[in-house]
């Protein structure tokens, strides 16, 4: 079993930075990929970024160039740093992990392949 607290939500301007967090416990072998997601009030969940333990990186075409997703050495703790934060950016994001390798391709930011969620930190960005 894994578990998934997620922090550093919070109210920003557009333009600003946050980095969110995503400390990992339980099984190691049940995170071997993890990723981002988001979900607006009325929206389906998608996905933001994932990552592999090989640090290769997938990243959604709305927030490419702007969000950084990362882990510890340890593969404890997951981050997203956002930066040229916008208000279509408002919403919750979760942080999610899968015992197998990660996807390849946009089959890696879909919600349906991972098992694990946290319970997710609101971001909410004002213009």
């Known amino acids: 079993q894994v578990q998934l607290v997620e922090s550093g939500g919070g109210s920003v301007q557009s333009g600003g930075s946050l980095r969110l967090s995503c400390a990992a416990s339980?099984?190691?072998?049940?995170?071997?990929?993890m990723a981002w997601f988001r979900q607006a009030p009325g929206t389906e969940r998608e996905g933001v970024a994932t990552?592999?333990?090989?640090?290769?990186?997938i990243y959604a075409d709305s927030v490419k160039g702007r969000f950084t997703i990362s882990q510890d050495n340890a593969w404890s703790t997951l981050f997203l740093h956002m930066s040229s934060l916008k208000p279509d950016d408002t919403a919750m994001y979760y942080c999610a992990a899968r015992p197998s390798p990660c996807y390849s391709g946009s089959w890696a930011l879909r919600t349906n392949a991972y098992n694990y969620w946290g319970q997710g930190t609101q971001v909410t960005v004002s213009s």
């Open positions: 990552i592999d333990r090989n640090g290769i990186k």
């Open positions: 339980g099984a190691t072998y049940g995170r071997s990929c």
